[in-house]
């Protein structure tokens, strides 16, 4: 397998810009998570679905902020419009459900967005 | 709320020796802590998981304790290399509700020295 999949690896936008984010999980992982790492803030969990669906969307930052899951092999974060405080890493991961409740997360290689 | 800590200065060690990194946490003790590894530019990579009636796990050069009285896990890295020089996560389940949901310490940074 490849593993979760992001792009574009790295997005350099000006403020008030529209920027979306990819994502695509490991073949048979029904979680998938996404995350906002920066140095101040260190690894956010922003929001998180199961089969598509979200969960729990309670660590995105505001409205401009939104997330989809449209099929089980893609995801998307979208930030309209964006601003230079959004400048961070955000990764994509993903985990399987089973029968035991210790999941482990794969993480993708993560898009570096800078907004001027 | 949940909250981990980690020792957020960089830890300098010689080649050879062991590596020992500290993850506090607070409130109740979780069912499980899990260690990531984490390398420039990229994104964090599982490592081990140990559960709360565990008291220490072993991967290869990789240790971990969990102590429940202290709070605290710790991680070693025995006959540490320079390739081992990363950031390293600590995370727990956020114990909310959603079992999946991890909440990741700042991560502390290791400099493995030839």
């Known amino acids: 397998d490849a593993g979760v999949i992001q792009s574009p690896r790295h997005e350099v936008t000006e403020m008030g810009q529209e920027v979306t984010l990819r994502c695509k999980p490991i073949s048979g992982h029904d979680y998938l998570f996404w995350y906002r790492q920066t140095m101040m803030r260190g690894l956010e969990l922003l929001i998180y679905?199961?089969?598509?669906?979200?969960?729990?969307d309670s660590g995105m930052p505001e409205d401009r902020f939104s997330a989809k899951m449209p099929n089980a092999s893609f995801s998307t974060l979208k930030i309209q419009p964006s601003e230079p405080r959004d400048s961070a890493v955000y990764f994509c991961a993903s985990s399987e459900s089973g029968r035991s409740i210790i999941e482990t997360q794969y993480f993708g290689p993560g898009t570096r967005l800078l907004v001027l | 709320s949940q909250k981990i800590e980690q020792n957020s200065e960089a830890l300098n060690i010689q080649e050879g020796k062991t590596a020992t990194l500290t993850c506090n946490y607070t409130n109740y003790s979780p069912a499980y802590l899990q260690w990531y590894r984490q390398d420039p530019g990229r994104g964090p990579v599982f490592l081990l998981l140990i559960r709360e009636n565990e008291k220490e796990k072993r991967k290869e050069r990789l240790k971990v304790t969990f102590d429940t009285t202290l709070k605290q896990s710790l991680f070693h890295i025995t006959a540490s290399q320079p390739a081992d020089s990363a950031t390293y996560l600590c995370?727990?389940?956020?114990?909310?509700?959603?079992?999946?949901?991890?909440?990741f310490g700042a991560g502390t940074r290791l400099a493995v020295h030839p």
């Open positions: 679905f199961n089969n598509n669906v979200p969960i729990d």
């Open positions: 995370a727990r389940p956020s114990g909310s509700g959603g079992y999946n949901k991890l909440i």
